[in-house]
């Protein structure tokens, strides 16, 4: 740096010396440095032309000044005449001057007065020396006589240091200056333009003081140049060497024009020469072009010396900004090293399984591969300061530590991976060791528990049994620990407390399979020495072993075959070699429990390792698409490869993944990973992150829009580029749908879980957490049906929660409609898609969109809606068991819908029945809370079910009338006529009412034609409810009130026996097998063999039937026509 300083110094100073050499050379070519007068000073007195310099020379070179005749001479002021006088003198070569002038005056028109007085103040005032004055004297004839006598006489005033010469005529002033010296106004021939002299003058002058100038200008800026205090940073620097480069070109374009003005001059004096080449030059026209060839010299060497300066502060203000981007970099890449070598300090897991090591290796991996990227940076960074100090750079003493400390740390870098990976490879190669331990483990206890133990009893099978473990056996040697101390001492660099419990416990496991096996070997033998007997064999089958849940089904089964066995042996009178047997028997039948125990630990823990291993595979895909993908989207590089209909997209595009994705990296797949050494109880694990997974439902409810954005805008450069970086095989749409795949494949695992640890501790965890995961993906599900709802003018979220939703055909009839539209109806089916909500079910017709992927997703045009206060069901339809009704205001409006498949139909209807169960609830509550406000001014509680409305306060009334009626608690039967009781011991005997007789009374002769029991219900009137034989529901909890009674639940299955007395029915229950009373109403028909359909609010009576509908339709009726169903 100092010696950079001191050349600048040295540089500086020899240009000043240059340019000052440049000014006093000009100086002195211009004769400023004797007379400091310039044309341009004196041009007005210049113009008058009373003396001029016509280039002329005498005989010995003299310069010729010619005074021409001037009548005004005499008023010419001293000073205008001592100026262009000394003016004269001062442009012919100080030469030439040193020789002395000669004067020429022409006084031919003038008198002798004047002519006197003009050679006296001449004489008196000329500032150079003179060699001769030669004096035209007047040609008149007086005149020249009067002179002649006058020049005789006064010689004495003439008196000068040169010879004054009288001449009478031009010819005689040409025997004393040639003719080519004289101008054409002397008889001479010399070419002689005053006002281009002038010109000429006043252009070399002005070229001489721009030479100057410029060359004083350069010499400031090349000062100010060198004081310009170098900043700290690129930025200032960079500036700094702009704003320098900038006043550069401007000097050199003014040097630049200041060129092209000498050459102007230089082209205008040897004009005459271009026009005619064999015109000659006069003196004064010669060191005119020698003047400017000089100043054109100086220029050029103004210019060469400022070139030279600059080349160096240019080298030092780029050396300058080299070493502030070197350092600036050097600050970001040793930043990003120290991170790396703080994260690298991080890794330290050595893994805790073979899968686990290689996905640390794949980390480690990535990791350093992301990590080349600064390390690179930092090679390439030291590489760059190295070709600094090669170029001579001035600051090498800053540069050269640096560049040590760069390869310092990119060498450590490169150390501490390869340490890293050692170590990890070194784990790597225990786990194989140990997986290879466990699997053999695994295998062994695989081929005892599928050895058939009834086949062993033979000699051959038993011999057969000995081979096969023999076998097995020979390959323990390359698969199993052989010394614990190796491992130990082998991988003591990666042993740490758990993994040294690992070796343990997996030496231990080992050691219990080789114990089994010897224990196997033992029996075997034992098996094999012995003679055939004609022994039943006891043992179950192979698969019982491996398929039974039972935790001890060899024990049980032996204690049940041993009176057989003792049996046999007692006939043939050897009881106590029977009980020997028997118990080896059972002995190995144990064996084979605790193998099967094992062999379920295994496959729990596969599907673990799977979970674990998918759900790690799906975090780094869910980063690799938002590092990849999303955060590339901001990278404003990437901006320009962006369509316009993608920018701003990325919400829609990726939805909210980012949540997703820090829920299972931050939250779940560590919580997962403390259950891998208990991989039955990991439902609880889903259990307590439920809420969590809810995120999914917006994610696909997201998707249709991603999927249309998607196709859109797939051929974006953007994405091809970001797929190329990431090497993905797949584009990213593939990627978008890893969520959705994701939620799906939850349940298939807990599955398999589950099937595996029926009989463990954490079997009803796993149970609850798959019955939730399916609720969130029906609830997924549902949601990405009902935002496809089009038309509806009111709020979904007004309408409660989506309880179901699925596509049905449906039929409609109208009390109020025309008797063509009604047959209609009742023909032609439509095929609408229900969403049963809390308060209400929607009818919407499905449209399928065109299109692919999610935009062929169907949507739902809205056409009906039935409120759920106002509704009532016939939970069967004669002749098919997949269709229900829904009635509407006390059957004014009758919608027969058909399900899929029985089972979709049961659903529904108990669905609809739990609705309409809490609504009467509710409606009872009300008027018993309206009542004891009435009577003690009770404010009425807020209930959480729908509440009943003004239009239905009577039906409320009269559920208060029958509160005391146990048949009609919960809304089922009627109170208006209970059935007489029938004589006991009919069971069977007692049929229902025909059906032909309702269907004839309604009008329908076809067998297609759609009966239900509501018909009946309205013509039958009160009566007693019928015995039905077939399979019933009990739809309302019953307490045991007697010792006949029977306790039930909502929802158990019973079959009647026999039909009793006030309405009870005697009947099994089928779940618990108990045998009691239960009264008729709280029953539902399931399965029937009568084709008699059983409506929620009871068949029996007409009353009752009004009785639900009144009860269950708390909200005025709705205004939609059948018209607007239909549609």
């Known amino acids: 740096m100092r010696f950079w300083l001191r050349n600048e110094d040295m540089a500086l100073e020899e ?19 004797i007379v400091p007068l310039c044309a341009a000073d004196i041009q007005d007195q210049l113009k008058k032309r009373f003396a001029y310099l016509s280039g002329g020379r005498g005989k010995d070179g003299c310069p010729v000044i010619t005074f021409p005749d001037y009548p005004t001479f005499s008023d010419i002021p001293d000073k205008e005449f001592q100026n262009v006088m000394t003016y004269l003198t001062s442009v012919p070569s100080l030469q030439d001057a040193g020789i002395g002038f000669i004067l020429v005056i022409d006084r031919r028109q003038d008198k002798w007065t004047s002519v006197k007085a003009s050679v006296l103040r001449i004489a008196a005032s000329f500032p150079a020396n003179l060699q001769l004055v030669l004096v035209l004297r007047p040609t008149g004839f007086f005149q020249r006589t009067l002179s002649d006598i006058a020049f005789r006489f006064n010689r004495d005033d003439f008196k000068m240091k040169v010879p004054i010469i009288m001449l009478s005529s031009v010819p005689e002033l040409h025997g004393y200056i040639d003719k080519s010296q004289l101008t054409e106004d002397l008889g001479g021939t010399l070419d002689y333009c005053h006002t281009r002299w002038l010109c000429h003058r006043t252009a070399i002058e002005s070229f001489a003081l721009m030479v100057k100038q410029t060359a004083q200008m350069l010499q400031s800026f090349g000062t100010e140049l060198a004081e310009t205090e170098l900043p700290n940073d690129a930025q200032s620097t960079s500036l700094v060497l702009s704003a320098h480069t900038e006043k550069k070109d401007k000097m050199k374009e003014d040097m630049k024009l200041a060129l092209q003005e000498g050459h102007s001059i230089l082209e205008s004096i040897r004009e005459p020469l271009a026009r005619n080449p064999e015109y000659s030059l006069n003196q004064d026209q010669l060191d005119n072009q020698t003047t400017v060839q000089r100043l054109l010299a100086q220029l050029s060497e103004t210019e060469a010396a400022f070139d030279e300066f600059w080349a160096k502060h240019q080298q030092k203000l780029e050396q300058c900004l080299q070493l502030r981007h070197f350092e600036q970099n050097f600050r970001e890449v040793k930043v990003a090293l120290d991170g790396v070598s703080q994260k690298i300090s991080t890794f330290t897991d050595v893994g805790n399984s ?25 090679r390439a960074l030291s590489l760059e300061g190295s070709q600094l100090i090669e170029n001579k750079h001035y600051a090498v003493d800053s540069i050269h530590p640096k560049c040590n400390e760069l390869q310092h740390l990119c060498d450590r870098f490169a150390a501490e991976i390869g340490k890293r990976r050692n170590l990890l490879n070194k784990s790597l190669e225990l786990h194989g060791v140990l997986e290879t331990s466990m699997k053999w483990c695994d295998e062994g206890i695989y081929l005892l528990a599928s050895q058939p133990v009834d086949k062993c009893q033979s000699q051959d099978g038993a011999e057969a049994a000995l081979q096969e473990i023999e076998k097995f056996l020979e390959t323990s040697a390359e698969n199993k620990i052989q010394e614990l101390n190796k491992i ?83 006939r043939r ?67 320009h490869l962006i369509s316009t209909s993608l920018q701003n997209k990325k919400d829609v595009l990726f939805g909210n993944m980012e ?17 891998i050494d208990c991989p039955e109880l990991v439902g609880r694990c889903f259990l307590g992150r439920m809420e969590e997974f809810q995120v999914y439902e917006k994610y696909c409810q997201n998707k249709p829009r991603s999927e249309s954005l998607w196709r859109q805008c797939s051929d974006c450069p953007f994405f091809q580029e970001c797929q190329k970086k990431l090497d993905h095989k797949l584009s990213l749409d593939s990627y ?38 399916l609720g969130i993906l029906k609830a997924v599900n549902d949601s990405m049906h009902l935002i496809a709802i089009t038309g509806y003018d009111g709020n979904l979220s007004d309408l409660g929660k989506l309880l179901m939703q699925g596509s049905f055909s449906v039929w409609t009839d109208h009390k109020k409609g025309h008797s063509k539209v009604k047959d209609l109806a009742r023909f032609k089916p439509m095929q609408r898609h229900l969403f049963l909500h809390e308060k209400a079910v929607l009818f919407c017709k499905k449209r399928e969109e065109n299109g692919e992927g999610y935009e062929k997703a169907p949507s739902y045009s809205y056409k009906q809606s039935l409120s759920m206060a106002a509704v009532g069901i016939t939970e069967n339809v004669k002749g098919d068991n997949k269709k229900f009704e829904i009635w509407y205001n006390a059957r004014e409006e009758v919608y027969i819908i058909q399900a899929p498949t029985p089972e979709i139909k049961a659903a529904w209807v108990n669905e609809i029945r739990k609705v309409l169960t809490s609504q009467l609830q509710a409606f009872r509550e009300a008027s018993q809370h309206r009542a004891l406000e009435q009577s003690q001014s009770l404010p009425l509680p807020v209930s959480s079910h729908t509440s009943p409305s003004r239009g239905n306060t009577k039906a409320v009334r009269k559920l208060e009338e029958r509160k005391t009626d146990p048949l009609s608690l919960e809304g089922y039967g009627s109170s208006a006529s209970l059935p007489k009781p029938p004589e006991k011991g009919k069971g069977w005997s007692k049929t229902s009412h025909s059906l032909e007789a309702s269907e004839d009374n309604d009008g329908w002769s076809s067998a297609e034609e759609l009966i239900n029991s509501s018909d009946a219900e309205e013509e039958g009137g009160a009566g007693p ?103």
Not at 15 to 33: C, G
Not at 365 to 377: D, H, I, L, Q, T
Not at 550 to 558: D, L, T
């Open 15 to 33: 240009m000043v010396q240059r340019l000052n050499a440049v000014s006093r050379h000009t100086d002195e070519i211009m004769h400023q440095d």
């Open 354 to 378: 073979l899968a686990h090591v290689k996905h640390l290796l794949k980390d480690l991996a990535n990791f350093e591969e992301k990590s080349n990227v600064s390390v690179e940076k930092a």
């Open 488 to 570: 130990y001492k082998e991988y003591e660099s990666i042993l740490n407390q758990d993994l040294m419990e690992h070796v343990q416990k997996v030496f231990q496991k080992q050691e219990s399979t080789e114990e089994m096996f010897h224990r196997r070997q033992v029996s075997l033998k034992k098996l094999a020495a012995k003679q055939t007997r004609p022994v039943q064999p006891v043992a179950p089958r192979p698969e019982v072993f491996t398929k039974s849940p039972c935790p001890s089904p060899g024990i049980r089964r032996g204690s049940e075959n041993s009176s057989s066995s003792e049996g046999n042996v007692l």
């Open 573 to 639: 009178g050897s009881y106590r070699r029977a009980k020997s047997e028997m118990s080896e028997n059972q002995q190995v039948r144990s064996g084979s429990t605790g193998d099967e125990e094992e062999s379920l630990a295994i496959l729990r823990r596969h599907v673990m390792n799977e979970l674990l291993e998918t759900e790690r595979a799906y975090v780094e895909e869910l980063l690799c698409v938002l590092e990849g993908y999303a955060a590339e989207m901001d990278n404003p590089l990437m901006m």
């Open 659 to 675: 949540e997703i994705y820090h829920f299972h990296n931050r939250i779940f797949l560590r919580e997962l990973e403390n259950y």
């Open 736 to 773: 978008l749908l890893k969520p959705v795949q994701r939620i799906t494949k939850y349940q298939l695992l807990l599955k398999e879980m589950l099937k595996y640890s029926k009989n463990c501790e954490g079997a009803e965890d796993l149970q609850e957490a798959l019955s939730s995961i």
């Open 1025 to 1127: 409810r019928k015995l039905v034989p077939g399979k019933y529901t009990v739809v309302v909890d019953q307490e045991k009130g007697g010792p006949d009674a029977l306790s039930a639940k909502s929802g158990d299955t019973v079959e009647v026996i026999h039909e009793g007395d006030e309405g009870l029915w005697y009947v099994r229950n089928l779940s618990t097998g108990q045998e009691g009373w239960v009264p008729a109403g709280s029953l539902s028909t399931l399965i029937g063999k009568s084709k008699s359909a059983q409506c929620l609010s009871s068949s029996e009576s007409g009353t009752g039937s009004a009785l639900l509908s009144n009860s269950s339709s708390c909200s005025e009726s709705c205004n939609t026509t059948f018209s607007d169903l239909k549609g």
